[in-house]
């Protein structure tokens, strides 16, 4: 039966530039769709946030440049925690699958793996090849 499922990713940022920020979202967002086999048609709605110091781009122009345009995207920023690791940019992604809870894998990239160590992951590919679904008009 299909369910709309919350999967959780999160990464680093290098530098509060926008070149940055959308380049490491990208990693993200194609390890997400990659580690979980998502079509882009099957992404409800994706919310974004960035530490306090990540304000040069908005997280979302990752998946307007891969083509999702029919996507509804939030960005915001999360808690200043004090002690929390800054350049942090955090996704959660809403699917509409068939797959349960125990089956969705959430993705958690460079220095952000210490925020979930047991979801740490380290892709050795990043595939384009999902992008342009989510209909994008041609």
Known sequence: ?????????????????AEAIVSATRELLLALVEANDIEPDQIASIIF???RDLNAA???????????????LLCAHEMDVPGAPQGVVRVLMHVNTEKSPREIRHVYLR??????????HEPTWISEDRRG??????
């Open 1 to 17: 039966m299909l369910q709309c499922r919350g999967i959780r990713g999160a990464t680093t940022v290098e530098a509060n530039t």
């Open 49 to 51: 946030t960035t530490t």
């Open 58 to 72: 908005f997280p979302a122009v990752a998946a307007r440049e891969l083509g999702w345009v029919h996507v509804p």
């Open 111 to 120: 220095g952000a793996r210490v925020l979930r160590p047991e979801f740490g």
């Open 133 to 138: 679904a989510g209909g994008m008009d041609r």
